[in-house]
Every structure is written in structure tokens, then in C-alpha cells.
């Protein structure tokens, strides 16, 4: 799905009346954004919709800050995908393995935070935070890489 098309179906519900009174601009801007890029203005000329934006400045910076920020904004969190390499862990057996270390590592942070005080602190909570990404990201990368054909064969 294209920016305009992402913003097009999210403002239905609500109207570009209302999402251009609460941004405090004109009903025209918001319009333009719905619009594909080519048809923005007759003469080409428009303005890039917030989306388009981003999608620069992530480009240009190259850090995903912005995108961790607005997926805790909307109540989530990101985690990017993984690129498949195929001669990583080409094992089925060893990625599952690894999925299964870190699922364990989880487990113990959490008995770890809990044991003594039956109480989880913000600060082993926080622990218990990247031993989850940690897991996501590792059960990810054998997903993606299962998806990739990596262990065909093997």
C-alpha cells in the first residue's frame, strides 16, 4: 500500500475536515496527501504527504528512532525484520536451538526479577524488555529465513 493510500483509508473514518481542524491546516493540504504523488497539483508541484516525510528522514539518518518513537506513541513497538542469510544457521535443529536459549533467558530474567521480593521493579522490567526483544528477533530471523527456502534441504 502506497503513503497516500495509508493515509487516504485512515482518515475515513473521521474526515479530512476533522484531521485538518485538530492539525491546524487546511482542508486542501490534508486532500493533497490522499492524492498519488504524480496528481498532487496540476503543474506536479505539491506538498509530500507526513509519511513520505518520514520515509525520508529515516533514509537520510538512517536511524529507526523515529520509528521506535512512534510505535510507543501508538502503543507498540518495533522490531525490523531481519535479512535471511542463507549459509547463517542453515541448520533447522541449531535455529531452533537458539530460539529455545533465548526463550530460557526470558524465563530466568523474569524468576530472577521476581524471586525474593515477589516483585517485578521498572528497572527488571526493563531487563525482562530486551531478553523479549532479544527473543522476537531471533524467532523472526528463523521465520524469515524459513520463508526464504534457507532450510530446503537441509
Known sequence: MES????????????????????????????????????????????????????EILKVTGDNGVVQWLCQQAGGFFVPNPVAQANADSEVLRSTQVILKEFSELLAEVSKSFDGDQAISPKEAGRIRTEWEQLKTRTEEFVVACEAGVFEGA
Open 4 to 55: 497516500y493510500e495509508v493515509l487516504k483509508q485512515s482518515f475515513e473514518a473521521v474526515g479530512v475536515k476533522k484531521v485538518a481542524a485538530e492539525l491546524h491546516l487546511s482542508q486542501s493540504v490534508v486532500y493533497k496527501w490522499c492524492l498519488p504523488p504524480e496528481t498532487e497539483t496540476e503543474d506536479g508541484s505539491g506538498t509530500r504527504n507526513p509519511l513520505d516525510r518520514l520515509k
